[in-house]
Nanobody, 123 residues
Framework: QVQLVESGGGLVQAGDSLRLSCAAS????????LAWFRQAPGKEHEFVAT???????YYANYVKGRFTISRDNSKNTVYLLMNSLEPEDTGVYSC?????????????????WGQGTQVTVSS
């Protein structure tokens, strides 16, 4: 069993930066993919970014060029660096681990989930 715990959320102003962390417990962290999703109030979960075991990264169009996902296998941690934050980026950010299906943008295909961390961007 793998547990994921996010941290680093908070209240920032538009244009600011924030770095989220997601620490994993359990074995074989380096073997599975990881992702970040977010959920704004009243909206469904939406995909943000993913990184596979080989370090390949993919981003949603609405964060491409502003957000960077990375992983440190020695620390069992995945990060999300968010630059040029916009009010539309407000939401609960959750990390996910272990892709089990063909579409990394779909939450149903991720096995493990953290509890989420709140990010609020004021205008």
């Amino acid at each position: 069993q793998v547990q994921l715990v996010e941290s680093g959320g908070g209240l920032v102003q538009a244009g600011d930066s924030l770095r989220l962390s997601c620490a994993a417990s359990g074995r074989n962290f380096e073997t599975f993919g990881l992702a970040w999703f977010r959920q704004a109030p009243g909206k469904e979960h939406e995909f943000v970014a993913t990184i596979n075991s080989g370090g390949m990264t993919y981003y949603a169009n609405y964060v491409k060029g502003r957000f960077t996902i990375s992983r440190d296998n020695s620390k069992n941690t995945v990060y999300l660096l968010m630059n040029s934050l916009e009010p539309e980026d407000t939401g609960v950010y959750s990390c996910a681990g272990a892709l089990t299906g063909p579409d990394y943008t779909k939450e149903a295909y991720w096995r493990y989930w953290g509890q989420g961390t709140q990010v609020t961007v004021s205008s």
